[in-house]
């Protein structure tokens, strides 16, 4: 990527000149464990009914801006009604929008790091305020500090899972928010399908107006490729982020995939299953490493959050020396030597953590 130069700069929106192009931290390697994409794939017997679909959308036509039948669709499938569902290009785009109807000038965003990044540059893109709750000992959110902060704020956005430090956001904590913002409580829920049942606030909809569920079709369903998500919350407020979107954002293609994904779901818990017990088993062959300063926390996500030795270190031989990719978050405030792990399949699995060992052990 060229730079952007000072000419250029110049000539750019404040708030868009303090920027830099995101860099997703890529590298090519044999193992990829660094952007919590599903490397289980489409399950095999879902795959062709999926090409079919997209092979047979509408290519020449405009795709129905909100969604048509995949809006409908998932609606039915989380009991709530058209009118209460968004769809997006992305969840990203959807996270986007939100900041652009409810964020600005004067709109201030609360915010519970350390969390996703992209809450904070949206934010900045478009001039927000942002109050930083910091999360506590063990990444504990202080839920009365957000809720003091909530009281005075358009905009609150609590990650359940939270990325990248795998925990939920308490289910009592998105209750008090609700009812101490006058604004827009945002749950990003991107990782819930690896959570365990019950852990979704999406039954919460029906008590409080101002409650929003971010959802995608990236993680547990295997479509990163694709770029779709969803918004549930009442109706007024997708009105609102439908007023601010791009009204073909969502692909013909790509809400075909969406479609046939939420039609077969029940195809895709095998591997959501064998994430859970691959995450159970990464975590504990981490905890094995205890004795070399290996720190892990418990996680309800498909990652897992470690702090080792020396981790940005660590960081580049495993990419180097045994093409294993993960994230690294050790220079991020609140996240100092840490490390961020896929769950991937059980070979993934064995691969890293042997490469960790033999790394940590200095061999
Ligand atoms: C991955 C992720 C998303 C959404 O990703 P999309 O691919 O844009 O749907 C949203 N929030 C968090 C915390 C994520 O990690």
């Not at 704020?153 to 006058?182: K, Q």
């Not at 495993?318 to 070979?347: A, K, M, Q, W, Y």
Request: net charge negative; glycine share 8%; charged share 20%.
């Amino acid at each position: 990527m060229a730079d952007i130069t000072p000419e250029v700069r110049a000539l750019m929106r404040p708030s868009a000149a303090a920027l830099e192009p995101y860099d997703p931290a890529f590298s090519p390697v044999d193992v990829i464990l660094s952007a919590n994409e599903n490397n289980y794939g489409i399950p095999p017997e879902v795959a062709p009914i999926l090409a079919e679909a997209v092979a047979g959308a509408a290519w020449n036509r405009y795709p129905a801006p909100l969604g048509g039948r995949l809006r409908a669709r998932l609606a039915a499938w989380h009991g709530v009604a058209p009118e209460q569902v968004i769809i997006g290009n992305g969840g990203d785009e959807l996270l986007f929008n939100l900041f652009l109807a409810f964020g600005g000038a004067g709109h201030t965003l609360v915010s519970c790091p350390p969390t996703f990044s992209v809450y904070g540059l949206y934010a900045s893109m478009v001039e927000t305020p942002v109050a930083e709750v910091f999360r506590g000992r063990d990444f504990a959110p202080n839920v009365d500090a957000l809720a003091e902060a909530a009281r005075t704020a358009t905009l609150v956005v609590v990650t359940s899972p939270n990325n990248p430090t795998g925990d939920l956001f308490p289910r009592e904590g998105v209750r008090r928010l609700c009812e101490a913002c006058p604004g827009i409580v945002l749950v990003d829920e991107a990782y819930i399908e690896f959570s365990d049942p019950g852990s979704s606030v999406d039954d919460l909809l029906g008590e409080y107006e101002n409650l929003a569920v971010l959802h995608t079709f990236s993680k547990a369903f295997a479509l990163a490729g694709t770029r779709v998500g969803y918004v549930l919350a009442g109706a007024p407020v997708v009105a609102a982020l439908a007023a601010v979107r791009q009204p073909y954002s969502v692909s013909a293609p790509d809400q075909a995939a969406a479609l046939a994904a939420v039609t077969h779901r029940e195809a895709f818990r095998p591997a959501i299953e064998a994430i859970r017990l691959g995450r159970g088993r990464l975590s504990a062959m981490l905890g094995g490493l205890a004795a070399l300063g290996v720190r892990v926390w418990p996680s309800q996500a498909n990652f897992v959050c470690a702090r080792v030795p020396h981790a940005h270190d660590v960081w580049r031989r495993l990419r180097d020396e045994h093409s294993i990719l993960v994230r690294d978050f050790s220079s991020t405030p609140g996240l100092e030597g840490c490390l961020r792990i896929t769950v991937g399949t059980p070979g993934e699995i064995d691969l890293v953590a042997a490469a960790l060992d033999t790394i940590l052990k200095g061999e």
